[in-house]
């Protein structure tokens, strides 16, 4: 599919885990780039963590140590797994698709999100 779906939030008390995934379409023309975001009431978006098609990835300093990204081999899902969680993680996650083809061809794909809860 074109847009993401995200799956796999839910509540967890701190120090559990979660592990979320990313389900999106790739056209074999393309290069993508795969991010999770966050978004807590009151507070701005904020990026969380991202791979790309050479499987370079990268986190916020927040989650480092903590977060892990990966994706599946036909790369069409990605997921996060969330270790040692904190309530400052709790937050509404979005996987965002960036998606690259030809020269001058770029689209940007977001998810509806899934919420994630961590409480003390």
């Known amino acids: 599919q074109v847009q993401p779906v995200e799956s796999g939030g839910g509540s967890v008390q701190s120090g559990g885990s979660l592990r979320l995934s990313c389900t999106a379409s790739?056209?074999?023309?393309?290069?993508?780039?795969m991010n999770w975001y966050r978004q807590a009431p009151g507070k701005e978006r904020e990026f969380v963590s991202s791979?790309?098609?050479?499987?370079?990835?990268k986190y916020a300093d927040s989650v480092k140590g903590r977060f892990t990204i990966s994706q599946d081999s036909a790369k069409n899902t990605v997921n996060l797994q969330m270790n040692s969680l904190k309530p400052e993680d709790t937050a509404m996650y979005y996987c965002?698709?960036?998606?690259?083809?030809?020269?001058?061809?770029?689209?940007?794909?977001w998810g509806r999100g899934t919420q994630v809860t961590v409480s003390s």
């Open positions: 965002k698709k960036i998606e690259l083809c030809g020269d001058s061809d770029m689209g940007t794909y």
């Open positions: 790739r056209n074999t023309k393309c290069n993508y780039d």
């Open positions: 791979i790309d098609d050479d499987g370079s990835t």
